[in-house]
């Protein structure tokens, strides 16, 4: 980067080049970004300011993710359905001298097809994901000074990316050959006008703003795939469809028309009021209900201004600050009158079809109201310092998609309803321990909790499904409980237990499931993180721990290990001391058998134990084939709803700052070398096997199950940096 500037100007310029290849092979991603923000004071009251950014990002065989991709996950193959024991450059030649495919998991001696997965690198060298990425985003702003107190300003903001994505699955492995490609772009420009005021009244203070805003979003995408594989092996190109290809083309456009107004109001440096207000007019919303007015109250009150507190030294800072404020929010295009989908022609005849979920000519903005409640205080010229917050939220008539009957024709209509509360406390603690010419050491400890609570959802519906996780587990809003709530489904359950809270067993030596059953909330208890800074001269350190207490997430990956014998926990010696995974045998020398009680079990016999009560309350305890208990854990989901708890040094930084004096007969002001690592050690997890702080998310931030994801990576970074 470069900085320059004169009396009545000033610029910065910076390139940067980032390029990673993946821990998946032949994966690679580069990104440049290019960056200018300048100010041009064009006399004494006309001012400009602008700020470029444009990045672009281009990804080469960007790995598949997620449960059964059809591209194939080598990810998950490896953690569900591989084998230990596989020599893996051996597997690097998929492909015969006669172009043959080769796996190692062919079906038979005839037939060699592989079963149920293709080999690994087939899958990441064949089945090849590009895409590339123009994002640009900046502001250009205009400020004229009517007096030393009015100012009026104009903006503009500008938000747009472009990008085209192609996918495919080579012909000649376990899916059907397959190209796809699609073009997206987004572009969002806000328009915006105003006037600032700011004034001092001898012992108040005024300050505020009032201005208007338009929003414009636009978004597009066209979207093709080939259907019934390539005409013409490995060709990628939507032309080589062998069925009419499949063709998607969607746009959208909404406005959002406001006008806002801030007003802060101080006396004495002591007492502070601020005020929001702000009217916005959605396209999105029905013309009749397109207004909606939110608005903001916040005060501040730093008790020692008052003169009780002038002549101590302990107390350097207090204050106290509570806030109420309100919400609005609307809704994406489209979502209020009916409208109609392109389908598959029917013959030579065009057909449309109805969406799933039913459009509302009468929905209203949702609005979320917030009230506050903090102290700030430092100790000791802020040698020790501490900040506390308390918060509530409510939102209500918010806009959901609830399920209704299928007699009605729809899956889902959007209604205003609900309640939902949230509420916590913040706690931040600080200390400088030691500060001294040479030393200084800060210590920071932040800590968090919240609770939200689902008081009401509508009228005749008491659940919400959040979302769906694969093979009978899903996340629900249950009114009158917290919010998340993990519940099975179908023929899938958790341990039934009696009125003692012991496992039930049945007299096959199973687990007793219990279906639909609750299996309590995936929100944490508390989270938090605690921050060292240590420096020493021209030496510093520092260091960042985040931590969390409970929670729950749904792990595919130890669910299939266990299926499949993958994992550590289905080798081991049993309660006889036995490997577990031996045959079960009976005490008559009867061997192969699925279960067998521990009491009548031979002395070498194999198997798992469990162990619990029969029906009747007697305690009881059964051998079970390690295969079989294998294949009943699938069933089980309370098994593989995992603690979320963790403690991880999330990342560890040293620097170094060269003496000046080595830098005076250079053009450079400041040198500085650095080591920079992120993720560099897991300290603690609750669940082995699987990382509990980088769990996906699925695209809506819940968080709630993994399964097929990338593991955790630590990064090591050596960084430069010079002043002139």
């Known amino acids: 980067s470069i900085t320059g500037g004169s009396s009545n100007a000033s610029f910065r310029a910076g390139l940067t080049n980032t390029t990673n290849s993946g821990i998946v092979p032949n994966s690679e991603l580069?990104?440049?970004?290019?960056?200018?923000?300048?100010?041009?004071?064009?006399?004494?009251?006309?001012?400009?300011?602008?700020?470029?950014?444009?990045?672009?990002?281009?990804?080469?065989?960007?790995?598949?993710?997620?449960?059964?991709?059809?591209?194939?996950?080598?990810?998950?193959?490896?953690?569900?359905?591989?084998?230990?024991?596989?020599?893996?450059?051996k597997l690097r030649q998929y492909e015969a001298d006669d172009g043959t495919l080769m796996s190692w998991n062919i079906r038979s001696a005839t037939d060699t097809r592989p079963l149920y997965w293709d080999s690994p690198f087939f899958s990441i060298f064949e089945n090849v994901q590009n895409d590339d990425r123009d994002r640009v985003y900046g502001n250009y702003q205009l400020s004229y000074n009517v007096n030393q107190n009015i100012e009026l300003q104009g903006k503009l903001h500008l938000d747009t990316y472009s990008f085209n994505v192609e996918d495919r699955i080579a012909t000649g492995g376990l899916e059907q050959d397959w190209f796809y490609t699609?073009?997206?772009?987004?572009?969002?420009?806000?328009?915006?006008?105003?006037?600032?005021?700011?004034?001092?009244?001898?012992?108040?203070?005024?300050?505020?703003?009032?201005?208007?805003?338009?929003?414009?979003?636009?978004?597009?995408?066209?979207?093709?795939?080939?259907?019934?594989?390539?005409?013409?092996?490995?060709?990628?190109?939507?032309?080589?469809?062998?069925?009419?290809?499949?063709?998607?083309?969607?746009?959208?456009?909404?406005?959002?028309?406001?006008?806002?107004?801030?007003?802060?109001?101080?006396?004495?440096?002591?007492?502070?009021?601020?005020?929001?207000?702000?009217?916005?007019?959605?396209?999105?919303?029905?013309?009749?209900?397109?207004?909606?007015?939110?608005?903001?109250?916040?005060?501040?009150?730093?008790?020692?201004?008052f003169d009780m507190f002038a002549n101590q030294n302990i107390l350097s800072f207090g204050k106290l600050r509570a806030s109420i404020a309100q919400v609005g929010n609307d809704l994406d295009p489209f979502r209020v009158f009916q409208t109609f989908n392109s389908a598959t022609p029917y013959g030579s005849r065009p057909a449309r079809s109805i969406p799933t979920t039913l459009s509302n000519p009468d929905l209203e903005p949702a609005i979320s109201s917030d009230y506050e409640f903090g102290i700030d205080?430092?100790?000791?010229?802020?040698?020790?310092?501490?900040?506390?917050?308390?918060?509530?939220?409510?939102?209500?008539?918010?806009?959901?998609?609830?399920?209704?009957?299928?007699?009605?024709?729809?899956?889902?209509?959007?209604?205003n309803a609900g309640e939902f509360e949230t509420t916590g406390w913040e706690v931040t603690v600080g200390t400088t321990p030691v500060q001294s010419a040479d030393w200084n050491v800060d210590v920071d400890v932040n800590w968090s909790t919240s609770k939200s609570v689902v008081n009401e959802l509508a009228d005749g519906i008491t659940t919400r499904l959040l979302e769906s996780a694969f093979f009978g587990i899903q996340l629900f809003a249950v009114e009158g409980e917290e919010w998340g709530q993990a519940i099975t489904t179908s023929s899938y359950g958790g341990y039934l237990l009696d009125e003692q809270g012991r496992r039930v067993v049945n007299s096959n030596g199973t687990y007793a499931l219990e279906t639909?059953?609750?299996?309590?909330?995936?929100?944490?208890?508390?989270?938090?993180?605690?921050?060292?800074?240590?420096?020493?001269?021209?030496?510093?350190?520092?260091?960042?721990?985040?931590?969390?207490?409970?929670?729950?997430?749904?792990?595919?990956?130890?669910?299939?290990?266990?299926?499949?014998?993958?994992?550590?926990?289905?080798?081991?010696?049993?309660?006889?001391?036995n490997p577990l995974r031996d045959p079960v045998v009976d005490?008559?020398?009867?061997?192969?058998?699925?279960?067998?009680?521990?009491?009548?079990?031979?002395?070498?016999?194999?198997?798992?134990?469990?162990?619990?009560?029969?029906?009747?309350?007697?305690?009881?305890?059964?051998?079970?084939?390690?295969?079989?208990?294998?294949?009943?854990?699938?069933?089980?989901?309370?098994?593989?709803?995992?603690?979320?708890?963790?403690?991880?040094?999330?990342?560890?930084?040293?620097?170094?700052?060269?003496?000046?004096?080595?830098?005076?007969?250079?053009?450079?002001?400041?040198?500085?070398?650095?080591?920079?690592?992120?993720?560099?050690?897991?300290?603690?997890?609750?669940?082995?096997?699987?990382?509990?702080?980088?769990?996906?998310?699925?695209?809506?931030?819940?968080?709630?199950?993994?399964?097929?994801?990338?593991?955790?990576?630590?990064?090591?970074?050596?960084?430069?940096?010079?002043?002139?």
Request: hydrophobic residues 35%; charged residues 20%; proline residues 3%.
């Open 30 to 89: 580069d990104r440049t970004s290019l960056s200018f923000n300048g100010s041009l004071s064009h006399s004494d009251k006309f001012t400009s300011r602008i700020a470029f950014n444009y990045v672009n990002t281009s990804t080469e065989g960007r790995p598949a993710t997620g449960y059964s991709a059809a591209q194939g996950n080598s990810i998950q193959s490896f953690n569900q359905w591989f084998q230990r024991q596989l020599d893996m450059d």
């Open 182 to 305: 699609a073009q997206r772009s987004r572009r969002e420009v806000n328009y915006e006008a105003g006037l600032r005021y700011q004034e001092d009244f001898q012992d108040i203070s005024v300050s505020g703003y009032f201005g208007g805003n338009i929003l414009t979003q636009t978004y597009s995408s066209l979207q093709q795939q080939t259907e019934g594989g390539l005409s013409v092996p490995n060709f990628f190109n939507i032309d080589a469809s062998i069925d009419r290809p499949s063709v998607s083309n969607y746009n959208e456009q909404k406005e959002v028309r406001s006008l806002f107004g801030t007003a802060t109001i101080g006396f004495r440096d002591l007492v502070y009021l601020d005020l929001t207000g702000r009217n916005d007019w959605s396209s999105a919303l029905p013309a009749d209900n397109n207004s909606f007015f939110y608005y903001g109250v916040s005060g501040s009150l730093v008790f020692t201004e």
């Open 377 to 415: 205080l430092r100790f000791l010229d802020g040698r020790l310092r501490t900040d506390v917050n308390y918060y509530n939220s409510v939102r209500e008539n918010e806009i959901l998609s609830l399920e209704v009957p299928g007699s009605s024709g729809y899956n889902f209509s959007l209604v």
């Open 516 to 577: 639909n059953k609750e299996l309590g909330n995936i929100l944490p208890d508390w989270n938090g993180g605690f921050n060292l800074g240590v420096s020493y001269k021209d030496f510093s350190m520092g260091a960042f721990i985040e931590f969390q207490k409970g929670g729950k997430f749904y792990s595919l990956s130890q669910m299939f290990g266990t299926y499949s014998g993958l994992s550590k926990n289905t080798v081991g010696n049993n309660a006889l001391g």
């Open 587 to 724: 005490n008559s020398g009867n061997s192969g058998l699925s279960s067998v009680p521990l009491e009548d079990a031979a002395p070498n016999s194999g198997g798992v134990l469990i162990d619990g009560v029969d029906t009747d309350g007697n305690e009881v305890a059964y051998l079970r084939n390690a295969a079989n208990w294998g294949i009943d854990q699938f069933f089980n989901k309370e098994a593989w709803l995992e603690d979320a708890s963790y403690i991880k040094l999330r990342e560890l930084r040293f620097t170094y700052n060269l003496p000046v004096s080595l830098l005076d007969s250079t053009p450079i002001s400041r040198a500085a070398v650095s080591l920079d690592i992120r993720n560099p050690w897991l300290i603690y997890s609750s669940t082995s096997g699987v990382d509990p702080s980088a769990i996906q998310n699925n695209g809506n931030g819940f968080g709630f199950w993994e399964g097929g994801g990338l593991p955790g990576t630590r990064a090591i970074g050596f960084n430069v940096n010079l002043n002139f």
